[in-house]
């Protein structure tokens, strides 16, 4: 529902602290967040899934479980089904095995966490750039360069994206490999970053068009043009310093967008390939047997939200921390 | 008999079919249901399934095994058709259906007669004449217009063959050869004797004509590619209508112009068969199991895997409750991975790729002993005399090779092949189950140095893609059963040029003779010889690497009947199924 | 908008045009000469060059079309024609029209119960500003669109269906044949899509909310001594509205594009369930078909929304 959760920063109320003069923004922020506790607490959970995802492989050897290699004694030989209650929790596999394989359900969550992350966190910052550079550009030039960014972003936003990302995924695969990505999972991954980011940016640019246009008119811009500064200049060095906040209010809430986004579509089919899991593929497989093994979609599905929810617990900290008018309480 | 989950439409039949037959197998042990009532007339029988439509209606084009029997039972009669029984020697034996006997061969098996039947009449009560079962006949070789069936016809009829291969008769719409046509399918001056003359003995045509594209079209109601939309019915039933996608119906009513006395073959005990299209494969588990209302008359094709503990005891025996009414029996069907020959031509890398794969793996992954046995070659032991133990694990390769693959050895035959370690990619149909059975290839495989890319394909383009020589790698999933119990209709089919699913592109001048030689064999047990050689022959070229002779678990609702895996076409026999009367 | 929609047709066909899988193949069959494939190629109108093709389909929109008129077996797609689509044997719009009511229904259902779950709530919110029940809201509020859609669904079947059988598998039929086992069916999806939503409405009703009522209009009319209920109803909802209603029209015609996950995890007979079919057998004429309805949904909803704000807020003044 990618639509839905960009309309909340696309929303009417994110007007920019503008009183940020004399202390830096960064400074300001930081300070606030401190303060927040909750937001502190899930900042330090997001650094620690960051680090469980970087450090998996290391964490994953000391537990002595790998996500690809197959235990034929935890799973039974009659049906497949793991051996043992709850999906076949045991000292082996703290969280259980995969019906039919035995593989390690732990060590799978560790490595499907690496590969939501590396997706959603580049697709966010490619989002982020394109949404920020059509953004000043279609609102400093105003004019015809602004009629022809509005009416793409339009044809854009008018897409079923999910639709034209499934329909597509076979070919432009493809044409990644062709153009030298490594066949298999890299290309898949790029794909996936790609498309996310190409229908993320209107979004982010028509928040960053809508600030450009109001602070393009005051002094210090105009000053500056007076001064007979390159437009270079002004857009990037006068204008975007004064647009950080949005973006990174509109960044962090993103991101968990992204990873159900990313979640959603390999549920669909759109995927890493095997042996390779992520996990929307975890929860698609639970479909066949959760009325057995429960387990296959709580524990996947638990860490997908826990995820989601820490990210915008965090970003709606941010927008606090910017702008306290508009936030929470 | 036929294509597991092949012809190029099957979009979701094949997935489900195929997902439900990978998560299991079993045993034995069919039944009448409903406590052992007698069959009566009356009443509806529905038919649930996931599939969004058939594959096929069209006679000509129907190609999977489960469609041949629910047709060939309910409106299409063909010459000579299966006998209704649980047991194979039996339910693999022919008898008359719309020709008074089971045909007679003269000319050395070169030449088959048939009689047409008195008082058999399509449903609008015209008579079926030799004329409709020739035009039936002739509708295959029009392969721009019939695709996806059986094309016998093509390779068994005394017509020449062009310079590319195909056939110098171009069906009846284009009409081009059909003097060709007309002189190897002859009628007799009365209408009711059919005779096809044949390009070489086949012993066994009168097997072949039991395929509903050996079923009689009325010239008049053709409409080509879409015939399959308002086909004329010979059987006992009609399609009333017939609404594709999920929530449609198809609803098949009795055909009163059909006269049970012109057909002691279908019993057509129920009043109406009603096929409800794209229930969830879970919804259909649920009211099978609950079996309350019109689904205790209800019938299904598979078992979800988390349903298995449920309703078995073991992969042989039911639980109590569902006595009676669950079966868990060998399908028709082999599992195997095709290796394609023509990106794999040295045999030293194919035996490595065999003895590497872990198929004790696989097996498991498809659901251990409900997912039926390891096999040794193409042909299963309950195709009868046409089995022999191929010794593929036991000696073929050199050594005895472990079910879960011996990595080691695989390696020794790398370093003597002369070749490096390949790289090789492995088409699948994608579904949840298949992916685990790609990262067990890739995984195993990769024991013994051989890098494997899984290759995943929307199940509605795969057979598109693997038949495309552009598109295809080199390690294939497939399956396939026979058309029927001959050998004739496995090995010229999986391993010659000519055969219509050679997906390891095999192409041996030495095998091909063989198999010419043995398919006019006349004397059966010879015949039955050469194929258990041909399959032996087969593995040890290691073509294909067989996985699994598939076993299947299926339940129907609790009063219907009779209750068992029909081995003709390893499907329910549709054309003696009742309703109990409460 | 016209120029929106022609643009649309335009990059839809080109996309796809891209697609690897052969239409023309996947009707061939497995005796498929070469000869046979152009045959194919040609009878669905693939060895014209994109832009002809293009243009046929413009035509076909407009003044119907025939495939493969210089066969024996033409087969006739009258206008409004989007397609046809020869896997089906059907033509697109009849597929489209066919999956149309499950669509409408789920999408009409959830928008309802989420417009009003999200508005009251958010309200009630707002005027608790600060208070517990104001923390409450808005923490569920988070956890509501935190959820996956098909996580919530998936969790859905399994403690309602499964464990505590308080209904039966989702079964889709058409209200006006069972409307007892429709609403069966429909009452989970509704749930679960209007969770979704609704936690995104209660946080933008609270927040209009709340800059509203710091007006001094709404002063005004406190100290004009109206009572509460109006000058929360008449004036600041009012006020608030524009947003919402933005907002509302335009997720109801996304809805209606078809809700594909929820569609596939309920098993509903929906253009969400057809589009992921289509893809899956290379059915292109569908896809085609189906990205365009739906983005026609959107852009027709942008307008009808443009239209609507003039009439709740006189301020806005119609520029075009």
Redesign the interface.
């Known amino acids: 529902m990618l639509a839905l959760e960009l309309a909340v920063a696309d929303g009417p109320a994110t007007p920019v602290a503008n009183e940020v003069a004399s202390r830096s923004l960064r400074q300001i922020v930081w300070a606030r967040l401190r303060r927040d506790k909750l937001a502190m607490i899930c900042l330090l959970t997001l650094i620690f899934l960051y680090l469980l995802a970087i450090f998996a492989p290391l964490i994953c050897d000391l537990l002595g479980v790998d996500p690809?290699?197959?235990d034929?004694e935890s799973?039974?030989?009659?049906?497949?089904?793991p051996v043992g209650p709850w999906g076949g929790i045991s000292t082996e596999h703290p969280l259980g095995v995969?019906?039919?394989?035995?593989?390690d359900i732990f060590a799978q969550l560790l490595y499907g966490l690496r590969i939501s992350l590396l997706i959603a966190t580049t697709a966010t910052i490619l989002t982020v750039c394109f949404g920020t550079v059509l953004g000043i550009v279609s609102g400093y030039a105003r004019g015809k360069t602004d009629a022809v960014i509005g009416r793409i972003m339009d044809l854009i936003l008018a897409f079923p994206f999910l639709l034209i990302i499934l329909a597509l995924s076979?070919v432009l695969t493809q044409r990644l490999t062709q153009l030298g990505v490594p066949?298999?999972n890299p290309s898949r991954i790029l794909y996936l970053i790609i498309v996310l980011s190409i229908f993320g940016w209107p979004y982010l640019a028509r928040i960053v068009r809508g600030q450009v246009l109001s602070v393009r008119e005051r002094e210090f811009v105009e000053s500056s043009v007076a001064m007979g500064a390159s437009r270079f200049r002004i857009l990037f060095k006068e204008i975007l310093p004064n647009l950080w906040a949005p973006i990174l209010v509109y960044a962090t809430l993103t991101l968990p967008t992204y990873i159900g986004t990313e979640a959603a579509l390999s549920f669909l089919?759109v995927g890493v390939?095997?042996?390779d899991t992520s996990f929307g593929?975890m929860l698609?497989?639970s479909?066949?047997?959760?009325?057995?093994?429960p387990s296959y979609l709580f524990i996947p599905g638990t860490v997908l939200v826990v995820l989601v929810v820490t990210f915008n617990l965090v970003g709606d900290a941010v927008r606090d921390a910017l702008d306290p008018r508009a936030g929470r309480v | 008999m036929n294509k597991t989950s092949k012809g190029?439409?099957l979009?979701?039949v094949g997935a489900v079919v195929a997902l439900a037959l990978a998560?299991c197998g079993g045993g034995s042990g069919s039944s009448d249901a409903g406590g052992g009532a007698e069959p009566t007339k009356g009443g509806t029988l529905y038919y649930l399934t996931n599939a969004?439509?058939f594959d096929q209606i069209d006679p000509q084009r129907i190609y999977t095994g489960e469609d041949l029997a629910f047709f060939n039972g309910t409106i299409y009669r063909t010459l000579t058709a299966y006998k209704f029984s649980p047991d194979a020697a039996e339910a693999t034996s022919i008898v008359a259906d719309l020709a008074t006997d089971t045909g007679t061969a003269t000319n050395g098996g070169k030449t088959w007669e048939f009689t047409i039947r008195d008082g058999a009449t399509f449903q609008d009560g015209s008579p079926v004449t030799c004329a409709d079962v020739a035009y039936g006949t002739s509708r295959t070789f029009a392969?721009?217009?019939i695709?996806?069936g059986p094309?016998y016809a093509?390779s068994m009829l005394d017509i020449p063959t062009l310079e590319?291969g195909?056939s110098a008769y171009k069906g009846p719409?284009?009409g081009e050869g059909q003097e060709l046509f007309d002189k190897a399918v002859t009628c007799s001056a009365d209408g009711k004797t059919i005779t096809f003359n044949l390009s070489r003995p086949v012993p066994d045509f009168n097997y072949a004509v039991t395929l509903t594209a050996f079923a009689p079209v009325p010239k008049a109601s053709d409409t080509?590619?879409?015939y399959?939309?308002a086909p004329v019915s010979s059987g006992p039933y009609k399609i009333e209508s017939n609404k594709?996608?999920?929530?449609g119906k198809m609803i098949l009513v009795r055909n009163d112009k059909w006269d049970p006395a012109s057909d002691d073959y279908r019993k057509a005990y129920p009043d109406i068969w009603e096929v409800d299209y794209?229930?969830?494969v879970?919804?259909i588990d649920?009211?099978l199991i609950t079996s309350s209302g019109n689904d205790a008359t209800a019938l299904a094709l598979g078992l979800?895997?988390?349903q298995?503990?449920v309703i078995y005891k073991?992969?042989t025996e039911a639980n109590p409750e569902f006595a009676g009414r669950a079966i868990s029996e060998l399908d028709p069907y082999v599992r195997y991975l095709a290796i394609n020959v023509q990106k794999v031509p040295n045999l030293k890398i194919r035996q490595a790729i065999a003895v590497a794969l872990?198929r004790?793996?696989l097996r498991?992954?498809?659901?251990?002993?409900?997912?039926g046995d390891y096999a040794d070659g193409v042909i299963k032991p309950n195709m009868g005399v046409d089995y022999a133990p191929t010794g593929m694990w036991d000696s073929l390769l050199g050594a005895k090779i472990p079910d879960?693959g011996d990595p080691e050895l695989a390696k020794k035959l790398i370093a003597e092949s002369g070749e490096a370690a390949p790289t090789i990619t492995f088409d699948y149909p994608?579904s949840?189950?298949a992916?685990?059975a790609?990262?067990?290839v890739?995984?195993s495989l990769g024991k013994a140095g051989i890098t494997a890319?899984?290759n995943?394909i929307?199940?509605?383009?795969y057979?598109?893609?693997v038949?495309?020589p552009e598109q295809a790698h080199e390690l294939i999933n497939a399956g396939w059963g026979p058309d029927w119990p001959n050998a004739s209709t496995i090995i010229p089919e999986l391993f010659t040029p000519t055969g219509?699913?050679n997906l390891s592109q095999y192409d041996n001048a030495e095998f091909n003779a063989a198999v010419e030689a043995a398919k006019i064999e006349p004397d059966r047990a010879k015949q039955a010889k050469m194929w258990q050689d041909l399959n032996t022959l087969a593995m040890k070229d290691v073509v294909v690497v067989p996985t699994r002779f598939g076993r299947e678990q299926r339940i129907v609702g609790k009063q219907i009947g009779p209750v068992y895996l029909w081995p003709a076409y390893g499907s329910w026999p549709y054309g003696e199924m009742y309703a109990v009367q409460q | 908008m016209v120029i929106l929609l022609l643009l649309l047709t335009l990059v839809v066909f080109i996309l796809f045009s891209l697609l690897p899988?052969?239409p023309a193949?996947?009707?061939?069959?497995?005796?498929?000469?070469p000869a046979?494939l152009e045959?194919?190629r040609h009878k669905l109108g693939l060895d014209l060059p994109v832009i002809q093709q293009y243009w046929e389909f413009m035509k076909g929109l407009f003044v119907g079309r025939i495939y493969a008129a210089d066969s024996?077996?033409p087969v006739v797609c009258n206008a409004p024609c989007l397609g046809y689509s020869f896997?089906?044997?059907?033509e697109v719009l009849v597929?489209i029209k066919?999956?149309l009511p499950?669509t409408i229904w789920l999408a009409l259902g959830a928008f309802i119960l989420w417009l009003a779950a999200g508005i009251s709530v958010g309200v009630y919110a707002a005027l608790r500003r600060g208070r517990w029940q104001d923390k409450t809201v808005m923490g569920i509020s988070l956890a509501g669109y935190s959820l996956p859609s098909f996580f919530l669904g998936l969790m859905a079947i399994f403690f309602i269906v499964i464990r505590l059988q308080l209904l039966?598998?989702?079964?889709?039929?058409?209200p006006f044949e069972n409307p007892i086992q429709f609403f069966q069916t429909m009452l989970l999806p509704w749930i679960v899509l209007a969770i979704l939503y609704a936690a995104f409405y209660m946080r933008l009703t609270r927040n209009q909310m709340l800059e509203v009522l710091g007006e001094d209009y709404i002063r005004t009319a406190r100290a004009k001594g109206l009572p509460e209920r109006i000058v929360i109803r008449k004036h600041a909802l009012r006020a608030g509205l524009t947003p919402i209603v933005t907002a509302a029209g335009l997720d109801l015609a996304g809805l209606l594009g078809g809700a594909i996950i929820t569609e596939s995890i309920f098993?509903?007979?929906g253009l969400g369930?057809?589009a992921v079919?289509s893809?899956?057998?290379?059915d292109l004429p569908v896809i085609v078909g189906i990205t365009l309805v739906t983005a026609t949904f959107i852009i027709v909803a942008n307008l009808i929304v443009d239209l609507l704000y003039a009439v709740i807020d006189p301020r806005v003044r119609l520029v075009s």
């Not at chain 2, 594709?244 to 929530?247: A, E, T, V």
């Not at chain 3, 896997?87 to 059907?90: I, L, N």
Request: with cysteine; proline share 7%.
């Open positions: 690809y290699s197959f034929k799973i039974s030989d009659s049906g497949g089904g995969e019906w039919g394989t035995g593989r076979g066949d298999g089919g390939l095997p042996p593929g698609g497989n479909v066949s047997y959760f009325s057995v093994v | 190029l439409r979009a979701a998560a969004e439509q392969t721009d217009v695709t996806g094309t093509i590319d195909s719409y284009t080509g590619e879409k399959g939309d594709n996608g999920k929530g794209g229930l969830d879970k919804v649920q009211r979800e895997p988390e298995l503990g073991s992969a872990d004790d793996a498991k992954n498809a659901g251990g002993d409900f997912a879960a994608q949840p189950t992916d685990k790609a990262a067990i890739v995984d890319k899984p995943p929307e199940p509605g383009q057979y598109g893609v038949f495309d219509g699913f | 899988a052969d193949r996947l009707t061939c069959g497995k005796g498929c000469t046979v045959a194919n024996p077996d896997k089906r044997g059907e597929l066919d999956r499950a039966p598998y989702p079964s889709y039929v058409s098993s509903l007979p369930s057809l079919n893809v899956n057998d290379a």
